[in-house]
Structures are given as structure tokens and as C-alpha cells.
């Protein structure tokens, strides 16, 4: 028998573990694990190349989008669901080694959704790997009695982003810069009755994104083509779906990942909308609390989202 080395042990786990199929993955497992994911709009790199990994046979297209191709000629069924979210990124460096932040994203969230960030833990994505931080609070002590808008609510100028550094050249050796994207900490929260609700940051999206992953693995496709694709930069002009219907002008089209006010429980609701001169079916998940940091999403309505997506990429109604 061949004598291993720990480190060629080391490396054979690793690739068996990066080889390993997403189809041994189950819904449960992929909902908290798209839900911990960060991919603010516009740089959403990482996330599309895990779910490049995790989906067999799909490759970036020119847009970056995530698209996986089955079958050959018509019909043509388009299912696609946006990866991105709202976020931030590095606005500048003081020379105290604080982070001030600027928005990315067109969607209007109002002023709360940047009032969620006072004295909570961020994640900055730097080039050696992200780096935890938290958002100051102002200091009642020191503001109490003060004129001059001391008692005003939080917003976007207020927040420092304090990551441990002393100066801006420590900064630099933790690897962030100028336009480094930054996001909410995400630790996705599993709770309810029989485990059956998920809590987190743009929860519902990724659930349902979830559940397009899963149908593709799971399913076959019908006859005619078959296009699932997880899209960029849905929070600015919607152009990685944009792309899409480009290239497939003919298409069916499905957009996963909309989010309705619906009781949880209800499962998906079925609207249309016109995008890019076209007619578009979307499938919408309802959600509590939407575009919170609780936004929260019902694993049943995920299910039942998954297995109408597997009948429809099949060719089903």
C-alpha cells in the first residue's frame, strides 16, 4: 500500500471535497448555506463561482452570469434568479484606520435599511479574504447635551467601519482598499416549529435561489432547451437579465427570486412583468420583514417552490 504524507493527504481531501457533487446536497442544506453568502451588486464574483462549481456543466457568460445550458433547439424555457444584493463598499480609509462606507445598488430601501448597520458586525471582503469588523455607535456620553443634530437618527456619514487597524497603512496589510465590498455578517438562523423558518439578510432571495439550484440538479430537462442562470446586477438595470433575453430572444422566461408580502406558508405567488420589451412570468416567495436583517423565509414554501420549478424545467405547466 502507497505511504501517504500529511500533506498529500491534505490535498487529496481537498480535491475529493471540491469534487464532490451539489446533488448530495440536500434543499435543507443549501437554503442556510446560499443564505450565508455575501455578493453585493456589481461584484458578485465569489458567489458566482461557487454556484459555478456547485451546478455541473454551467459557466459564466460575457455578463457574468451563472448559466447552465441542457438540451438543444425549441422550446426554449429560461429559468433565471438574481444572486445579488443591496450593500456597501469602502468609501475611504481615515488616517485613524476607520472605514467610512458608500451604497451600491439603485433599489430604494429607505432610511432604516442604513440604520440597521449602528453597532453591528460587517464583513469586508478584501483582496487576502474578508476581514470582520463592526459599526461604531456614537457615544451618549460625549453627545448628551450637545446641539447641532446630536440626537439625529443614524444614517450612511455616521458610519465608521472600526476593523481593528490603528492607521491606514493597516489597512493595506489586511488587504482592503477603496471599493472593497462590504456587507452585514451573515449567520443565517434556522428556528420555528420543526426548524421551518430561516432568518437572514436577504433570506428570501437566496432561498429561492436555493430552490433553482436544487431543481436543476434534481430534474430533467424537457424537450427543446433548457437555460438555468443565476444573474448579476439586479440591483442596478437588471442587465445580467437583460443579457439573457438577448441571447435568447425566443424564450420562455421565468424569474425566481422576487419577494412578495404574502403569508408565509401561502407558497409562491405568480405575477408578470415586462422586461426588455418582453412579457416575463416571475415567482415570487413571500417573506416577513423583507430587506431587514430578519428577513425571513418558510423552508415549506421553498419546497413547494422547488418541485414547481423541477415540473416546469421538465417541460411541465
Not at 437554503?31 to 464574483?45: C, F, H, N, Q
Not at 447641532?148 to 489597512?171: I, Q, R
Not at 427543446?224 to 441571447?247: I, K
Request: hydrophobic share 45%; aromatic share 6%.
Amino acid at each position: 500500500m502507497p505511504r501517504w504524507s500529511l500533506p498529500d493527504a491534505a490535498l487529496l481531501l481537498t480535491a475529493l471535497a471540491a469534487a464532490a457533487p451539489a446533488r448530495a446536497q440536500s434543499l435543507d442544506s443549501l437554503v442556510p448555506r446560499l443564505a450565508a453568502m455575501s455578493a453585493v451588486t456589481g461584484l458578485e464574483d465569489a458567489m458566482a463561482d461557487t454556484l459555478a462549481r456547485l451546478l455541473p456543466g454551467a459557466v459564466q457568460d460575457r455578463a457574468g452570469n451563472v448559466v447552465q445550458v441542457r438540451g438543444s433547439g425549441v422550446p426554449v424555457r429560461l429559468a433565471a434568479c438574481p444572486m445579488d444584493e443591496m450593500g456597501y463598499v469602502v468609501g475611504s480609509v481615515t488616517d485613524a484606520g476607520y472605514l467610512t462606507l458608500r451604497r451600491v445598488g439603485s433599489t430604494a430601501v429607505g432610511p432604516l435599511y442604513d440604520q440597521f448597520l449602528e453597532g453591528q458586525r460587517v464583513t469586508v471582503f478584501g483582496r487576502r479574504g474578508p476581514v470582520p469588523g463592526v459599526v461604531g455607535v456614537r457615544s451618549t456620553h460625549l453627545t448628551r447635551g450637545r446641539t447641532g443634530g446630536a440626537d439625529d437618527p443614524f444614517n450612511l456619514d455616521n458610519a465608521y467601519v472600526d476593523v481593528g487597524a490603528a492607521a491606514a497603512a493597516d489597512v493595506a496589510d489586511l488587504g482592503v482598499a477603496v471599493l472593497a465590498p462590504v456587507t452585514r455578517a451573515k449567520q443565517p438562523h434556522v428556528y420555528g416549529a420543526q426548524r421551518g423558518l430561516i432568518a437572514a439578510p436577504w433570506a428570501g432571495r437566496r432561498a429561492a435561489c436555493a430552490a433553482l439550484l436544487s431543481a436543476a440538479l434534481r430534474g430533467q430537462p424537457g424537450s427543446g432547451t433548457t437555460v438555468v442562470a443565476f444573474t448579476r446586477r439586479s440591483h442596478f438595470a437588471q442587465d445580467g437579465l437583460a443579457f439573457l433575453l438577448h441571447t435568447y430572444p425566443g424564450a420562455d422566461v421565468l424569474s425566481i427570486g422576487g419577494m412578495t408580502t404574502a403569508e408565509l406558508g401561502s407558497g409562491p405567488a405568480v405575477s408578470s412583468d415586462s422586461t426588455a420589451g418582453r412579457r416575463v412570468t416571475v415567482w415570487d416567495l413571500p417573506a416577513r420583514y423583507p430587506r431587514t436583517p430578519v428577513e425571513t423565509a418558510a423552508i415549506g414554501d421553498v419546497r413547494v417552490l422547488e418541485e414547481r420549478l423541477v415540473r416546469w424545467l421538465g417541460g411541465q405547466p
